[in-house]
């Protein structure tokens, strides 16, 4: 049997879900694939950071890559955007809460590393500026009072991971895209002037068609390109996140640190939410490539240092149980820059992920919309070209 | 609401002990989570917009019928024995 449709999406995290909404929207016959279930990977996993100033990753190695990573910015500042009208365009309950985010610094050095990345983010639009000390006392009194000054970027916040990726399917789903779960892609080869797609259980593939192909997912991706013959390089990262015990409403901010892996924030529901890049153990098989289908393994370190950074700045953290720590596994890029745009070499075929791809994830679909239907993205994406790589 | 009742098989002695500062009496042998069932008790716990919790999974997984006990919070009630006198309430906040 085979069935056509005008663009196939390959993956129901939170990019594929929100993609297949906006095609289905402007009248796409869209058909989403998902090898697990809808959310089951780093959508749902990761902390549900709504964060546009650059992270600590990227400003650890200096400010030369800062300001290779700040090309990202213009999807940022799309992203700021779009969160605080999805609830509203969706029509789905999607918690977003932008209520400001700020990056601290406890050393001078520090202080100096956020003024310059603040200048370098200014430059590049987003509203991202220096509070002292009597600014932090009076808009942050739940800090350390170890911390001097902070970077403060009123659109930042938070959404709700676990909750978002659903809710753009059934909003895709009321749009009328078709999904379908545990169908992994098993084969993509290129077909007249489309694409053929096999997919499904090993015992009964099914052969599909499309016009388009979008591959959204994740850590998968180098594995999709793999199959239309495209290098797509990306690198998973496992990471940990923990989250405690409900809390009495303190925390209002999405907190990050300038010299280390930070991420704090309270949920709706009062839990505090503990992350910022900690490793985890990917678990891999004996040629070193990483088994994405086994859980990736918590290290006794990260828990431990990524406790203290937390309790450091938020001393009221002491005493809070943990209630779990979890691990998912995030997909970046070898320059740190998003990987968003036509797959080189296959015409019809796009792609997006690489890093911040929860945050982003609605400025990737917006531009993956637009690439699908053959319209210039509003946001130029030179700097997010796949064929970067093919030229080095 | 909760409609819970003890089999008719032989309990251990009784036990009394305190929830929300209301008697309860049980049996040595009891987990606190079945104790509070029996005893007709409607929410371990509420969520964040007040609706009841109740113990979903029984077996130390779902948190569900986590209390505070004798001032300790987080104690699952499905996963702790009943011991005279112990002092029961439902977590707070703090």
Request: charged content about 20%.
């Amino acid at each position: 049997m085979t069935a056509h449709f005008d663009t196939i999406i390959i993956g129901g995290g939170l990019l594929g879900c929100a993609t297949a909404w906006m095609i289905a929207r402007e009248g796409g016959r869209v058909l989403l694939l998902e090898r697990d279930q809808i959310n089951q990977h780093a959508s749902g996993s990761n902390a549900g950071s709504l964060h546009f100033q650059l992270e600590y990753r990227m400003i650890e190695g200096g400010l030369d890559k800062a300001r290779k990573a700040a090309e990202a910015m213009p999807l940022h500042l799309d992203a700021a955007e779009l969160w605080a009208d999805l609830p509203r365009l969706t029509a789905e309950p999607i918690v977003v809460k932008q209520t400001g985010g700020l990056m601290i610094a406890e050393t001078a050095d520090q202080v100096r590393l956020l003024e310059q990345k603040t200048e370098i983010e200014r430059a590049w639009g987003l509203d991202n500026r220096m509070i002292d000390r009597a600014g932090i006392e009076r808009i942050a009194p739940y800090l350390s009072d170890r911390v001097i000054a902070a970077a403060h970027c009123t659109t930042e916040g938070k959404a709700d991971a676990r909750t978002a990726g659903p809710a753009f399917a059934r909003a895709a789903l009321a749009a009328g895209a078709h999904i379908r779960t545990r169908s992994e892609v098993r084969a993509l080869s290129r077909r007249g002037r489309g694409w053929s797609v096999v997919a499904g259980s090993d015992e009964s593939p099914q052969t599909l068609q499309a016009d388009t192909v979008v591959i959204a997912a994740g850590v998968w991706t180098t594995r999709m390109g793999q199959m239309m013959g495209a290098d797509l390089p990306t690198i998973p990262l496992a990471l940990m996140m923990t989250v405690t015990q409900r809390m009495a409403p303190l925390i209002g901010h999405l907190v990050q640190h300038a010299g280390g892996r930070l991420s704090l924030k309270q949920a709706l529901d009062g839990n505090i939410l503990i992350g910022g890049g900690w490793p985890a153990r990917l678990l891999r098989d004996a040629e070193g490539t990483p088994d994405f289908d086994a859980k990736p393994q918590l290290e006794a370190s990260s828990l431990a240092g990524n406790a203290r950074i937390a309790m450091g700045v938020l001393p009221r953290l002491a005493g809070v149980p943990a209630l779990r720590s979890w691990v998912g596994t995030t997909t970046i890029t070898p320059d740190q820059l998003p990987l968003v745009g036509p797959v080189p070499g296959c015409p019809g075929a796009f792609v997006a992920t690489g890093g911040s791809a929860f945050t982003l994830g609605p400025s990737f679909a917006q531009a993956l919309a637009a690439l699908v239907a053959g319209r210039q993205p509003l946001t130029d994406l030179r700097s997010f070209d796949p064929a970067r790589y093919a030229k080095g | 609401m909760a409609n819970f009742h003890r089999l008719p098989v032989a309990r251990g002695r009784p036990v009394r002990f305190t929830f929300e500062g209301a008697p309860v009496d049980s049996f040595a042998g009891e987990t606190l989570a079945t104790a509070l069932l029996a005893a007709q008790v409607g929410a371990f716990g509420h969520t964040r917009e007040g609706n009841p919790r109740l113990p979903f999974c029984n077996m130390g997984t779902c948190f569900d019928c986590a209390v505070q006990v004798d001032g300790r919070g987080l104690v699952r009630a499905c996963l702790t024995d009943v011991v005279e006198g112990m002092v029961v309430n439902m977590q707070e906040i703090k």
